[in-house]
């Protein structure tokens, strides 16, 4: 039978407004180390462009022929100026445009490193679940307000910092909320169906609005199809 944990839901105001039940599989694995570290180094590889490139020896201009007798000069010895010891040679070892960084990740493997960062989130604080936010039109003040206030939650006071703590999570695309957060600088947004366990470390926050909808989302992403 599947364990159940909870976890407490906050106004837009900052203050406590209920609980959560939360699933043992998606915030209460143990921690793998190896798994978390597989997963995100191919996210980080398939997200390489790929695009630098060097010129090797056969590629440059120029070097057609000796640049002087093999003897008899009291230099070294060379046989082109293409060489990678020259200045101007083509390039040893340097990136190829044509090398594929593609990794492959087992589906099953990406949602269990996404539920084992999030438990460790869990674990360590690091999670607030927000009820939902919407607005008429986009308004970052009103949005600033609301970052405030949560701000003043114990634990999550660098969230309105200048310096981009928190990543936040949205249930559903909404151009206006998106908008109205997009500019705070102490922030990043994302919606749930898109949440990656790199979003996640890259920040010391996960702000989760509308809890109930964004989880229901991301623990249908473990359901086996």
Partial sequence: METKISGKIYSNSGKESGDI?????????????????????????NKRAGTANTKNRAEVAGGGRKPWKQ???????????RSPIWIGGGIAHGPR?????????????RV???????????RDGEILFVEGVSFDVPKTEKAQTIVSALSKIKGFERLAGKKESAFVVLPERNLT??????NI???????????NPVDILNHKYLVVF???????VIEARGVKK
């Fill in 21 to 45: 039940v939360l699933s043992e599989d998606v915030f209460g694995l143990r921690w793998s180390s190896d798994l978390v570290h597989q997963v995100v180094n191919a996210m980080l590889a």
């Fill in 71 to 81: 003897k008899g000069t009291g230099r070294a010895r060379h046989g082109s100026i």
């Fill in 97 to 109: 445009s044509e090398k594929n960084y593609k990794q492959k990740i087992n589906s099953k493997m």
């Fill in 112 to 122: 269990k490193a996404l539920y084992t960062v999030l438990s460790k989130k869990f």
């Fill in 177 to 182: 909320t998106q908008k109205s957060f997009r």
């Fill in 185 to 195: 600088p102490s922030l990043a947004l994302g919606l749930a169906k898109d949440l």
């Fill in 210 to 216: 509308g809890p109930k909808e964004s989880l229901a």
